[in-house]
């Protein structure tokens, strides 16, 4: 008697070995939400970082500004104020003001064209209009942050304030701080703005009050930390072509 073995045929998987379209498409979707993932992290990395640095260079120039007040403190004379500083940043550039020498709001919305046109100001009755309403009100205004222009931005600050008894620009000489006699001159209650620049263009830029305290000599009002492509000089021309 034979024996036959029989043999049973399983048909051959025709994608055998092969990624069918849904496992390709699947394996595709993995891909680009990990490229997704890497992108945002690296995002996130980079942000990181640059929050740190403007910490950093924040801390460096709140010991900048206490160098600047004291200078001021230590000064007899009315300032305005032109100087450098040493700090652990480098060499930065110092300005101090007197904020009540400075033109006030509503004067400055009076103020000729040319002034604003000096500062690259575009459209300059809408921001005569911002000065007016912003002098109508309570609150201690940021020039510098009424108008897009980045001139107006960097130099408004320095010739009008909301602290201003001015009606009109007014060239003065400026100077550097010296010791003066052997007494301070605490200013207390008096306003004035203090602004630190570095040589990479951080600039801190303060209105403080005066406060007659060795520990805390003066007391911030307002405060802005930016980058600045131009140092004060660009300001100081300004003025002096419009006053």
């Known amino acids: 008697m034979s024996c036959r073995a029989v043999v049973s045929s399983i048909p051959a998987d025709p994608e055998g070995g092969y990624a069918t379209p849904t496992a390709m498409i699947f394996a595709l979707t993995l891909a680009l939400v990990a490229a997704a993932l890497v992108q945002r992290s690296t995002s996130l990395l980079q942000l990181s970082r640059a929050d740190l640095g403007r910490l950093q260079i924040s801390y460096t120039l709140d010991g900048a500004q206490l160098s600047a ?92 304030s909301s602290f201003g008894a001015g009606s009109s620009i007014q060239s003065t000489q400026v100077q550097q701080p010296h010791m003066g006699d052997l007494t301070p001159a605490w200013r207390v209650g008096e306003v004035w703005r203090m602004q630190v620049t570095t040589a990479a263009g951080w600039r801190d830029e303060r209105i403080v009050r005066f406060t007659g305290d060795a520990l805390h000599p003066a007391a911030v ?23």
Not at 93 to 111: F, M
Not at 221 to 238: E, F, P, Y
């Open 69 to 160: 007040a004291a200078a001021v403190i230590r000064s007899g004379a009315g300032g305005p104020y032109r100087w450098s500083l040493s700090t652990d940043a480098g060499w930065v550039e110092a300005v101090a003001e007197a904020e009540g020498d400075k033109v006030g709001l509503s004067a400055a919305a009076k103020l000729d064209d040319r002034v604003f046109r000096a500062m690259d100001v575009s459209d300059v009755d809408s921001l005569k209009a911002r000065l007016t309403a912003a002098a109508a009100g309570q609150a201690i205004v940021d020039v510098g942050e009424l108008d897009a222009a980045p001139l107006w931005r960097a130099c408004a600050a320095t010739m009008i």
């Open 221 to 243: 009002v307002l405060r802005r930390l930016s980058r600045s492509k131009g140092g004060q000089g660009q300001c100081d021309a300004i003025i002096a072509a419009v006053a």
